[in-house]
């Protein structure tokens, strides 16, 4: 079997905490992150609540980057410096061209897009700013990380939704695979504004609920659909043979299917891609100790998950659980925070909670983790997402050696 490359570096921005340990001591405690919009007005859309992220970007970026960058590139800016502080990893020690970096969005800067549109329609083309050029592009994020730590190897860019940040992992593993010493990789996103808000309601998806605490509830008899957030993780990805030992854990399996088409009579494909990364991991389903889900909170899709779980690991046999409850759903972002949140899990034994399940529609097969954290001994963890369209990942990690809790 291919040696497993080893996650060395976690980067966190979410809207319940800045940071690893404030981000994962908020999840434990149940602290959920969603609330009114108040980054623009709201009360003309169905959806009027999100999970916004609470950062100074001025404090913590160089001037010079500001006026040039997006909202969602600059929490992706701090999550890629935390991650590289925290694996200990200096890029310009190393070889030229032995770190990459490799990250998923669902769509690029909206916000920086429609503020230089508004200008363009409003007064004139003098008056747009020359970073639109880039600013706005979905590769942003991996560029601006790269130009700013001296990134030389491979980079790229995924676009699959909420299943994007597994599928950027894979490709960093890919790069690890072929040669690369090291890649920054994962997700983060943000489109709290109203171009991208009227893009995300006309899909039919987002909870209209005004509640925060009632309007993301997956896996619940009163689901509505789902609250869009903005964030997501980026991980330090290192090759076994050259990574120190402090290690939160490794990639052990991955691999991704497309639905097929609407009204054709097939069954979604998602149960493929969890037996896929299995087979690629080497495991039986026996061998999860915990499955952390997409739960869209759209009551068909929600459906659809629980009975690819009970066909695999059958009624109640493994912990589920949907932390994503406490941040939304962070669209590119949202499948890397779970990645990362799974490597904390089994770095303290804890699994962390669903929030605000009050009536669980499918308690009789699922066994979901609820209002408590729940101690566990856990050696693996597996990570499902599913991007608008059709987009299935399914992601493998094991535990690590030499990371304690802080």
Same mark, same amino acid.
């Given at each position: 079997?291919?040696?497993?490359?080893?996650?060395?570096?976690?980067?966190?921005?979410?809207? *319940?905490?800045?940071?690893?340990?404030?981000?994962?001591?908020?999840?434990?405690?149940?602290?959920?992150?969603?609330?009114?919009?108040?980054?623009?007005?709201?009360?003309?859309?169905?959806?009027?609540?999100?999970?916004?992220?609470?950062?100074?970007?001025?404090?913590?970026?160089?001037?010079?980057?500001?006026?040039?960058?997006?909202?969602?590139?600059?929490?992706?800016?701090?999550?890629?410096?935390?991650?590289?502080?925290?694996?200990?990893?200096?890029?310009?020690?190393?070889?030229?061209?032995?770190?990459?970096?490799?990250?998923?969005?669902?769509?690029?800067?909206?916000?920086?897009?429609?503020?230089?549109?508004?200008?363009?329609?409003?007064?004139?083309?003098?008056?747009?700013?020359?970073?639109?050029?880039?600013?706005?592009?979905?590769?942003?994020?991996?560029?601006?990380?790269?130009?700013?730590?001296?990134?030389?190897?491979?980079?790229?860019?995924?676009?699959?939704?909420?299943?994007?940040?597994?599928?950027?992992?894979?490709?960093?593993?890919?790069?690890?695979?072929?040669?690369?010493?090291?890649?920054?990789?994962?997700?983060?996103?943000?489109?709290?504004?109203?171009?991208?808000?009227?893009?995300?309601?006309?899909?039919?998806?987002?909870?209209?609920?005004?509640?925060?605490?009632?309007?993301?509830?997956?896996?619940?008899?009163?689901?509505?659909?789902?609250?869009?957030?903005?964030?997501?993780?980026?991980?330090?990805?290192?090759?076994?043979?050259?990574?120190?030992?402090?290690?939160?854990?490794?990639?052990?399996?991955?691999?991704?299917?497309?639905?097929?088409?609407?009204?054709?009579?097939?069954?979604?494909?998602?149960?493929?891609?969890?037996?896929?990364?299995?087979?690629?991991?080497?495991?039986?389903?026996?061998?999860?100790?915990?499955?952390?889900?997409?739960?869209?909170?759209?009551?068909?899709?929600?459906?659809?998950?629980?009975?690819?779980?009970?066909?695999?690991?059958?009624?109640?046999?493994?912990?589920?659980?949907?932390?994503?409850?406490?941040?939304?759903?962070?669209?590119?972002?949202?499948?890397?925070?779970?990645?990362?949140?799974?490597?904390?899990?089994?770095?303290?034994?804890?699994?962390?909670?669903?929030?605000?399940?009050?009536?669980?529609?499918?308690?009789?097969?699922?066994?979901?983790?609820?209002?408590?954290?729940?101690?566990?001994?856990?050696?693996?963890?597996?990570?499902?997402?599913?991007?608008?369209?059709?987009? *299935?990942?399914?992601?493998?990690?094991?535990?690590?050696?030499?990371?304690?809790?802080?």
């Amino acid at each position: 079997m291919t040696t497993a490359p080893v996650v060395t570096g976690l980067g966190v921005v979410a809207p *319940n905490g800045l940071g690893v340990e404030r981000y994962w001591a908020a999840t434990l405690a149940g602290r959920a992150g969603i609330g009114p919009v108040s980054r623009f007005d709201a009360s003309g859309y169905r959806a009027r609540v999100a999970g916004e992220v609470e950062i100074d970007a001025a404090a913590l970026l160089p001037g010079r980057l500001l006026p040039q960058t997006d909202r969602m590139t600059r929490l992706a800016l701090v999550a890629a410096e935390e991650a590289l502080t925290d694996a200990g990893l200096d890029p310009s020690t190393m070889d030229r061209y032995g770190c990459g970096v490799l990250t998923a969005a669902s769509g690029g800067g909206f916000e920086f897009g429609q503020r230089e549109l508004e200008a363009l329609w409003g007064k004139d083309s003098t008056h747009v700013s020359a970073y639109q050029s880039f600013a706005w592009f979905y590769p942003v994020n991996s560029g601006q990380i790269s130009i700013r730590h001296g990134l030389r190897g491979p980079g790229g860019a995924v676009v699959t939704e909420q299943a994007g940040g597994l599928d950027a992992i894979a490709m960093a593993r890919r790069d690890i695979r072929c040669g690369t010493r090291a890649m920054v990789s994962g997700g983060v996103d943000g489109s709290l504004c109203p171009w991208s808000w009227l893009c995300q309601t006309r899909s039919g998806r987002l909870s209209p609920a005004v509640d925060a605490d009632r309007a993301y509830l997956p896996f619940d008899a009163d689901a509505s659909g789902y609250v869009p957030g903005e964030g997501g993780a980026l991980l330090v990805i290192e090759d076994p043979a050259t990574a120190g030992e402090c290690r939160y854990g490794e990639i052990a399996g991955y691999a991704a299917t497309f639905d097929p088409r609407p009204g054709s009579g097939r069954p979604p494909a998602l149960r493929r891609a969890v037996e896929l990364a299995l087979g690629d991991a080497g495991m039986d389903p026996a061998e999860v100790d915990v499955v952390f889900a997409d739960a869209s909170g759209v009551p068909d899709l929600d459906a659809q998950e629980a009975a690819v779980l009970v066909e695999l690991f059958g009624p109640r046999a493994v912990p589920v659980t949907a932390p994503k409850t406490m941040t939304g759903r962070l669209l590119g972002g949202g499948a890397a925070l779970d990645v990362a949140t799974a490597l904390l899990a089994l770095r303290d034994g804890v699994i962390p909670p669903t929030v605000h399940i009050g009536r669980p529609r499918f308690a009789d097969v699922l066994d979901l983790v609820r209002d408590e954290p729940r101690p566990a001994r856990m050696d693996s963890a597996l990570v499902l997402a599913r991007g608008h369209g059709g987009f *299935n990942s399914a992601l493998l990690v094991r535990r690590g050696r030499g990371r304690d809790s802080t």
